[in-house]
């Protein structure tokens, strides 16, 4: 099913339960490296090489989907205006919750409206939809 639109509208999303990607963490070393650089950059008082480690560690430091998390959740691909396609992942449909509470990406008991409402696709849903 698809088709191509520049949005997803709002209320297809409502039906779904939303995950966010995580910070990966940093070793103890690496957390006082890096409070050390951001602190020598707030006082700029970095040189070029403490500029390029400070963008290695934020380049690591970049929140991702877990494998558990990728592994239950899909997402919506679609046309942006400016004609480049634009990504929205991180979306559990209502029939993969269970799975995905049995994995443990998100708990039973939290409050979803996907868990009360049954989603209903239309024949030609709004947009190009991926689920990995």
């Known amino acids: 099913m698809s088709r ?13 339960t939303r995950l966010y990607p995580q910070v990966p963490d940093l070793s103890e070393d690496e957390a006082e490296e890096y409070d050390a650089l ?5 006082a ?5 090489e403490g500029h ?5 560690f934020d380049a690591k430091r ?3 989907l877990s494998p558990e998390q990728r592994g ?3 997402g919506f691909v679609f046309v942006g205006h400016d004609g480049e396609l634009q990504f929205e ?3 559990v449909r209502p029939k993969d919750r269970a799975e995905a509470v049995e994995s443990g990406v998100i708990a039973a008991d939290r409050h979803n409206s996907a ?16 689920w990995w």
């Open 72 to 74: 239950a959740a899909g």
């Open 115 to 130: 868990a009360r409402f049954p989603v209903k696709l239309p024949r030609n849903p709004p947009t190009l939809r991926l």
């Open 89 to 91: 992942m991180g979306f």
């Open 44 to 48: 700029d008082g970095l040189d070029e």
């Open 4 to 16: 191509l639109d520049h949005r997803v509208d709002w209320s297809e999303k409502d039906k779904l």
């Open 52 to 56: 390029a480690k400070l963008e290695t």
């Open 62 to 64: 970049a929140p991702v």
């Open 38 to 42: 951001c602190e020598l950059a707030n």
